[in-house]
């Protein structure tokens, strides 16, 4: 829900404030800015900073088999 509310606000906020880069300074600068928050989300996804867990082996279970648990699953659950 958090992720979502950030996102939300983002396409709000982002638009406005290019606007205003771009109206201050020029068309060039909004790009650099865009440039440096590029390179800056592909350095926090950078794999090295993902923390991989371990992936349980799994058995030779049939698609109908998974998807047959995955109702099961949801039937158990309380929403």
């Known amino acids: 829900m958090l992720f979502q509310g950030g996102t939300?606000?983002?396409f709000i906020l982002g638009p406005i404030v290019a606007g205003?880069?771009?109206e201050s300074f020029s068309i060039a600068t909004s790009f650099y800015v865009a440039l440096i928050f590029v390179f800056l989300s592909a350095i926090f996804?950078?794999?090295s900073?993902?923390?991989e867990t371990e992936v349980p082996e799994r058995s030779n279970e049939t698609p109908i088999k998974d998807i047959i648990e995955?109702?099961?699953y949801v039937k158990s659950s309380r929403f």
């Open 20 to 22: 205003m880069i771009m």
């Open 49 to 51: 900073f993902i923390k």
């Open 45 to 47: 996804v950078f794999p």
């Open 70 to 72: 995955g109702f099961r």
């Open 8 to 10: 939300q606000i983002s």
